[in-house]
């Protein structure tokens, strides 16, 4: 990271958070493959972030239940048919409330989104917008929905 900072601000200016915005930030990670939880993990280790960055291995819906604790932002980007159920969890919860971020990948029509744009568009929780893009490394259409808790 401080490589990537220094280039940054010696060689040509970078679209990131940079160490002034992200000091305290931490990241936890919900992975079901214990092989790619091993591979993020030394990752994460050769970059120097293991202090800032948690993996924990098992399916969602059993992860999420042992959490605690409101998150800042929730990035969704697993099974599609989890969204929805796995978003009100946090609701149950108490891991997301006012203020939080919800970011939700791949909702383009090719993954079948409606459930969960149905919901977080119409439970009365989150403010929504809808953002197009494409699937990544090709040209097929896609989107992200970002949601705000209010």
Same mark, same amino acid.
């Given at each position: 990271?401080?490589?990537?900072?220094?280039?940054?601000?010696?060689?040509?200016?970078?679209?990131?958070?940079?160490?002034?915005?992200?000091?305290?930030?931490? $990241?936890?990670?919900?992975?079901?493959?214990?092989?790619?939880?091993?591979?993020?993990?030394?990752?994460?280790?050769?970059?120097?972030?293991? !202090?800032?960055?948690?993996?924990?291995?098992?399916?969602?819906?059993?992860?999420?239940?042992?959490?605690?604790?409101?998150?800042?932002?929730?990035?969704?980007?697993?099974? @599609? !048919?989890?969204? @929805?159920? !796995?978003?009100?969890?946090?609701?149950?919860?108490?891991? $997301?409330?006012?203020?939080?971020?919800?970011?939700?990948?791949?909702?383009?029509?090719?993954?079948?989104?409606?459930?969960?744009?149905?919901?977080?568009?119409?439970?009365?929780?989150? !403010?929504?917008?809808?953002?197009?893009?494409?699937?990544?490394?090709?040209?097929?259409?896609?989107? $992200?929905?970002?949601?705000?808790?209010?």
């Amino acid at each position: 990271m401080r490589t990537i900072d220094r280039f940054a601000r010696e060689v040509r200016w970078l679209m990131n958070v940079g160490p002034d915005k992200g000091p305290q930030a931490h $990241v936890t990670s919900i992975e079901i493959n214990e092989d790619f939880v091993n591979s993020a993990r030394a990752n994460v280790g050769v970059a120097g972030l293991s !202090d800032r960055v948690s993996f924990l291995h098992g399916p969602s819906s059993e992860v999420l239940a042992t959490l605690e604790g409101q998150y800042d932002m929730v990035f969704l980007d697993h099974w @599609k !048919d989890l969204y @929805k159920p !796995d978003l009100q969890l946090m609701e149950e919860r108490g891991l $997301v409330g006012p203020g939080t971020i919800v970011v939700a990948d791949n909702v383009g029509e090719l993954f079948n989104p409606d459930e969960y744009l149905g919901y977080v568009r119409a439970c009365g929780l989150y !403010d929504s917008e809808h953002r197009s893009a494409r699937i990544e490394y090709t040209n097929h259409a896609d989107a $992200v929905e970002i949601s705000v808790h209010r």
